[in-house]
């Protein structure tokens, strides 16, 4: 009988915790390294766009919607969008993680900041794939191609400022 009182007693205990490990998910998933967060949550998978398709379909090629206060939620919603039609090429075996990693903050959320927090995903992505030298030369500088590539495009269409990333970022990892 003691044996199955302890069964019973354990078989809670899983289910409560596994109950609080569903609760807090949400809150603790922005704070793990990305490649935990994609393990946890998934990667979205990306059909390549064109720059034109991903302007257009975050609304970032309407002149009038460039600096647009949006929610949060807008915000996520941009970054899932961006991610699905990403243009520029991904490092292998990577996908955008599901979940942004951003939480809520006070203050306003502008239109491109979704965008822009796919760059800073796939951009960290690329470049740590250079870095860890995981990649033959030809493909090493074809990714770093696309990074100074997609950091001048957003540059231009406002949607970065940090003029001196590519000099600071991709430069120095070029042979």
């Not at 807090?24 to 720059?51: D, H, M, N």
């Not at 599901?98 to 491109?112: E, I, L, Q, S």
Request: aromatic residues 6%.
């Amino acid at each position: 009988m003691q044996t199955r009182v302890k069964i019973a007693i354990a078989g809670v205990a899983a289910l409560v915790l596994a109950g609080l490990l569903a609760l807090a998910a949400p809150v603790i998933l922005p704070f793990l390294p990305e490649r935990v967060q994609a393990a946890v949550g998934g990667t979205i998978e990306t059909v390549p766009g064109t720059v034109e398709e991903l302007f257009a379909a975050t609304g970032l090629g309407e002149h009038e919607a460039r600096g647009r206060v949006v929610s949060h939620a807008e915000v996520d919603d941009e970054y899932v969008i961006a991610a699905k039609i990403w243009p520029w090429e991904l490092p292998e075996g990577w996908g955008f993680p599901k979940n942004r990693g951003v939480r809520d903050t006070p203050g306003a959320h502008w239109n491109g900041m979704g965008v822009a927090g796919a760059f800073s995903q796939w951009a960290r992505a690329s470049l740590g794939a250079v870095k860890d030298g995981r990649l033959a030369p030809d493909a090493a500088n074809r990714l770093l191609d696309e990074v100074e590539d997609a950091t001048l495009t957003l540059l231009d269409a406002g949607v970065l400022s940090d003029r001196r990333f590519v000099s600071q970022s991709v430069t120095p990892l070029r042979p």
